[in-house]
């Protein structure tokens, strides 16, 4: 409903024209977002493979833009059709993107897979 609610209130054509200038901005977004996850990580007993892992499992987030996504234009404010457009932009690519990096990439990348999710996978 949510995702609805918000997808509604897009407008297509100014979504179109400003594509690849919110495109940029959620790259640079996800990119400080890597960096972050890498410093996090730092003094973890994790290797390389597993914090790679634990950037992709970062990606999705479209549940978080789309919960706020709408508030700037709701108050109208002059940019909150940029702001609902980039966040509309980033569920329309983050999601996924980042679940094919978690599903293509756990088995490769993770020693150890705990047996709840093993399970799961085997069974879907």
Excluded: H
């Excluded at 997808?7 to 400080?32: C, K, Q």
């Excluded at 499992?57 to 404010?77: H, R």
């Amino acid at each position: 409903m949510l995702f609805v609610l918000v997808g509604a209130n897009v407008d297509i054509s100014y979504a179109l024209n400003n594509f690849w200038m919110a495109l940029f901005v959620l790259l640079i977004g996800l990119s400080f977002r890597t960096i972050g996850v890498f410093l996090c990580l730092i003094k973890t007993n994790t290797n390389f493979k597993e914090r790679l892992f634990v950037v992709f499992s970062y990606l999705p987030k479209a549940t978080v833009q789309a919960s706020i996504g709408g508030i700037a234009l709701a108050n109208g404010l002059a940019c909150g059709s940029i702001i609902l457009t980039v966040c509309v932009i980033s569920i329309l690519i983050s999601a996924p993107v980042g679940a094919l990096l978690i599903d293509s990439t756990y088995k490769k990348l993770l020693k150890q897979i705990p047996r709840d999710i093993k399970n799961n996978y085997e069974t879907s």
